[in-house]
């Protein structure tokens, strides 16, 4: 019988000999077995390239024994993303807070409450994809077209063929990986299913899950956060892995805990969860809890079998508690990665001084947080740098644009390059397909345009 591309042949017996013996997985329990994952995949399986592609490159990134730290910044466009990849940076995050604010599919201004619709991070996911495989492509075509070029001129390099990618070192990697945020997952762990499968269909490499009530879900750094049971998020985990099962990818999996600050719990059903309650309870029945970093450890410990990572929300830059923290997971749980949110929250200088600050990432590093990103980033950067274009405008007027346009051309030296943005949005590259169509083309848009004659 002739298998066809998509025919789900893998047998229980051969995936549960993979989770054994591949190494990806040491370490990492499932509640369901290799049978449950064969039987949901369906007699056909859809290739999901970005999402793998991502997946084992961030695992790759994150077990990387160079000392370094994978550092990644929140960004709300695709062309964030772009500018991210071409500075340089290796992974990408996708914050929920930014798709609150300023980034959701019911075009609302929201803050980090779950009150959007629930695939929109998935939407987001894909339009970073989305811009990264435009920047991609743009760059290959100019590849192209150079190498041909240089070949009907006879200056081609040496192992070249008119018409065939060049080779590069310097070609850049443009699907760089998306850690994403699954909130506390919008619902129970058939919601945590769907949207871990829509964040796969949607290319994401990892995405994260905190312990919170999804109907209560709050910002970390926000109060009146409600837990979940210890046993329940380890079912959201569980949740997010089987649909990452069924579809056949590596995604990792980031377990968050906000039990540091959280003095709310919904359930007193977890004897884990018992020895922090205060036996008082809310006027919505809510259980009090005491926060800290014994319910943190607890709650890390349990969750440590069920994720590839593992991060601690807190309400400020506390080395000590991070070191705490991993020195405790890692007696039990040997190797096991660790994430860091290096928050906009915190007032960095209030806290620490410039040569802590200098450093801590790096000390971050040492003990084990191979993930570290600034959620908000995005957030930040993009209102910041419009308040100041506008005020200087209204006061200055074209003197303060061109300011703008002039650090946009030193940066150039750099590596930027959107200040040709008829360019960096693919002009050239929609040019080269009008060219395939019709090489007598008269119509061409980058041919004669201001930015081809000014911008050199």
Not at 106 to 121: E, F, I, K, R
Not at 130 to 144: G, H, P, V, Y
Not at 354 to 360: G, L, S, V, W
Request: proline content about 4%; overall charge negative.
């Amino acid at each position: 019988m002739t298998t066809r591309p998509g025919d789900q042949t893998q047998t229980a017996a051969e995936l549960e000999t993979s989770w054994k013996t591949d190494s990806r997985w040491n370490g990492i329990e499932r509640s369901y077995s290799a049978e449950d994952v064969v039987g949901l995949r369906g007699s056909v399986t859809e290739e999901h390239t970005l999402a793998r592609r991502g997946a084992e490159r961030l695992w790759q990134l994150i077990n990387d024994d160079s000392g370094e730290w994978v550092a990644a910044l929140g960004a709300l466009t695709g062309n964030q993303a772009v500018q991210q990849v071409r500075a340089g940076l290796k992974a990408i995050y996708l914050s929920g807070w930014q798709v609150a604010a300023d980034a959701n599919l019911s075009g609302q201004t929201y803050p980090d409450q779950s009150l959007y619709p629930a695939n929109s991070v998935p939407a987001v996911v894909r339009r970073i994809n989305n811009a990264l495989l435009r920047a991609d492509q743009i760059e290959t075509s100019e590849k192209f077209a150079t190498r041909s070029r240089n070949s009907a001129t006879g200056a081609a390099s040496s192992g070249a063929h008119t018409g065939q990618a060049p080779a590069s070192a310097e070609q850049t990697q443009w699907l760089a990986p998306i850690v994403a945020d699954a909130e506390a997952g919008f619902g129970g762990p058939l919601n945590a299913y769907e949207l871990m499968t829509s964040m796969i269909e949607a290319g994401a490499a990892g995405v994260h899950w905190e312990d919170q009530l999804a109907s209560e879900k709050k910002c970390g750094h926000m109060g009146g956060k409600v837990l979940v049971p210890t046993a329940q998020h380890i079912r959201t985990l569980n949740a997010a892995r089987l649909a990452a099962d069924v579809a056949g990818i590596p995604s990792i999996i980031i377990a968050r805990t906000d039990s540091l600050a959280a003095n709310l719990v919904t359930s007193d059903v977890d004897e884990r969860d018992r020895p922090f309650l205060t036996g008082e309870r809310t006027a919505e029945g809510f259980y009090e809890t005491r926060p800290g970093i014994e319910t943190v450890l607890a709650r890390g410990h349990a969750y440590a079998p069920f994720a590839d990572l593992l991060w601690v929300e807190s309400s400020e830059p506390d080395i000590e508690l991070a070191r705490t923290f991993a020195e405790s997971i890692h007696r039990e749980f040997p190797g096991k990665k660790l994430a860091y949110n290096c928050s906009p929250s915190f007032n960095w200088k209030a806290k620490l001084d410039d040569a802590q600050i200098a450093k801590f990432q790096r000390e971050l590093a040492s003990m084990g947080y191979a993930f570290q990103f600034i959620t908000l980033a995005g957030f930040h950067a993009l209102n910041h740098s419009m308040y100041t274009l506008s005020r200087d405008y209204s006061q200055r007027h074209m003197s303060a644009y061109v300011e703008l346009q002039e650090a946009e051309f030193a940066s150039e030296a750099d590596g930027y390059t959107a200040t040709k943005h008829q360019r960096e949005v693919g002009t050239g590259y929609f040019d080269r397909i009008s060219t395939a169509l019709n090489p007598a083309s008269a119509t061409l848009a980058l041919v004669g345009s201001t930015e081809s004659e000014q911008f050199h």
